[in-house]
């Protein structure tokens, strides 16, 4: 089981370029978040999404846009980095109210 | 707004001890809740979950206690060991009323000397 899957894992980017964070599942869940994590600080929800073409804002979505053209993929669009938007990068699925699974996250740094 | 938060942010024990985690919650609606630890490097993962009309859950080696009164949970640990490092989430499934909001706290850092 492949379970929730990110792609990359680590990149670099300059000031201004733009790149897409991947996520897929093959659990078939519905519903699907991307979080922020800074260093020693906590998950912050950026967008979700509740099903194939339906997505809302979370917590700090300024920065971020995403689609959800499919069930199985929710990618994350940077458009003109910044470093603020250096962090680590969490994608997670859920089929319902309960437990969430979670990808091995995409280190992001901006330079 | 509401908002799931963390009392302490870092915990230091000894190998062998009980650890205790605490959350505070802001919702008095909130009618579920689940623990999840990441480990460094990795992404979170579901340790033991709560609904409302339980006071008390164990699952092995853990025991999470809810009081509604006060709006607090907590996460034990029995005999804590090296392996229980980790950063410790408490999650409130239904943020801000929403059913498929998933929100964290700040979250509390774990380290077990040995």
């Known amino acids: 089981n492949a379970g929730v899957t990110q792609t990359p894992k680590f990149r670099i980017l300059k000031i201004g370029q733009s790149m897409t964070l991947q996520c897929t599942q093959d659990?078939?869940?519905?519903?699907m978040y991307w979080y922020r994590q800074d260093p020693g600080m906590g998950l912050k929800l950026i967008y979700y999404s509740v099903g194939a073409g339906i997505t809302d804002k979370g917590e700090v979505p300024n920065g971020y846009n995403v689609s959800r053209s499919t069930t199985e993929d929710f990618p994350l669009r940077l458009e003109l980095a910044a470093p603020s938007q250096t962090s680590v990068y969490f994608c997670?699925?859920?089929?319902?109210?309960?437990?969430?699974?979670f990808g091995q996250g995409t280190r992001l740094t901006v330079v | 707004g509401e908002s799931v938060g963390l009392h302490l942010p870092t915990l230091s024990v000894q190998e062998g001890d009980n650890s205790i985690i605490n959350c505070a919650y802001s919702?008095?609606?909130?009618?579920?809740f689940i623990w999840y630890k990441q480990e460094s490097g990795k992404g979170p993962q579901f340790i033991i979950d709560?609904?409302?009309?339980?006071d008390k859950r164990q699952g092995q080696r853990v025991t999470v206690l809810l009081n509604k009164t006060v709006k607090h949970l907590s996460l034990q640990i029995a005999a804590t060991q090296p392996g229980d490092s980790a950063v410790y989430f408490c999650a409130e499934p239904n943020s801000g009323g929403s059913n498929y909001k998933l929100t964290f706290g700040k979250g509390t850092l774990l380290t077990v000397n040995p």
């Open positions: 659990m078939n869940h519905n519903y």
């Open positions: 919702n008095s609606a909130s009618d579920y």
């Open positions: 997670a699925s859920r089929k319902d109210r309960r437990e969430a699974f």
């Open positions: 709560i609904r409302s009309n339980m």
